[in-house]
């Protein structure tokens, strides 16, 4: 079946360090999202990349780096420069306005 | 003022119960969506409305470009329907990117 996984499920990270969340799909949609979601706040988009090799910030991007070498894949950089990363993290993908496909989520919590 | 939002926060029903979940926007926008997250987080995208009504199963999901709203329904609710519903648009110009309500969070008691 098709469709989008991300991993770890829970990461934790130690104050310094940076950690990197995995998305893939197979479902070879073009574009690729990075949502943040906060207790009470709707989902926020970190990084968006309509195609491989090209990316754009969202409303959220500091503290945050992708990349898209793959049209499969769309990692997340959590990086020491983002002061409050304790939140869920969503990957998603789409094929242009067609809703969009969301992951399971990563909880990054810190240590 | 967020440019989606979205009432009542939070929802509580016995089953059975006819429920409705209303969202309003302030932006032109090419579509709407509802989405719903269950207690696990995963989400699962329910409909994409651009004009009129649409309907899944116990689920009706209506917009009105006019008055810059949309609403979902729910008929004979069920415990399993607990969940946070979502709405969210495309606007500004962009295919891609979306913005999101708050979610407003439905309790569905037997």
């Known amino acids: 079946d098709g469709g989008i996984t991300q991993s770890p499920k829970y990461l934790f990270r130690k104050e310094g360090q940076n950690v990197t969340l995995s998305c893939e799909q197979n479902l070879n949609h073009d574009a690729m999202y990075w949502y943040r979601q906060d207790p009470g706040q709707g989902l926020r988009l970190i990084y968006y990349s309509q195609i491989v090799n090209d990316f754009q910030k969202g409303d959220i991007a500091e503290g945050y780096s992708v990349s898209r070498e793959k049209k499969e894949s769309f990692p997340l950089t959590v990086t ?23 992951g399971d989520g990563t909880r990054l919590s810190i240590l | 003022k967020n440019e989606v939002e979205q009432s009542p926060q939070n929802l509580t029903a016995q089953e059975g119960e006819f429920i409705t979940i209303n969202c309003s926007y302030s932006v032109g926008i090419s579509a709407l969506h509802w989405l719903q997250q269950h207690p696990g987080g995963g989400i699962v995208s329910l409909f994409m409305l651009s004009s009129g009504k649409k309907k899944h199963g116990r689920l009706i999901a209506t917009i009105n470009i006019q008055e810059k709203h949309s609403s979902l329904h729910i008929t004979a609710s069920h415990p399993r329907d607990s969940a946070v519903y979502i709405c969210a648009v495309n606007s500004g110009g962009s295919n891609y990117k979306l913005t999101f309500g708050k979610g407003t969070l439905l309790t569905v008691n037997p």
């Open chain 1, 80 to 102: 020491s420069a983002q002061k409050n990363p304790t939140a869920f993290y969503l990957c998603a993908s789409s094929i242009r306005v067609q809703p969009q496909h969301f």
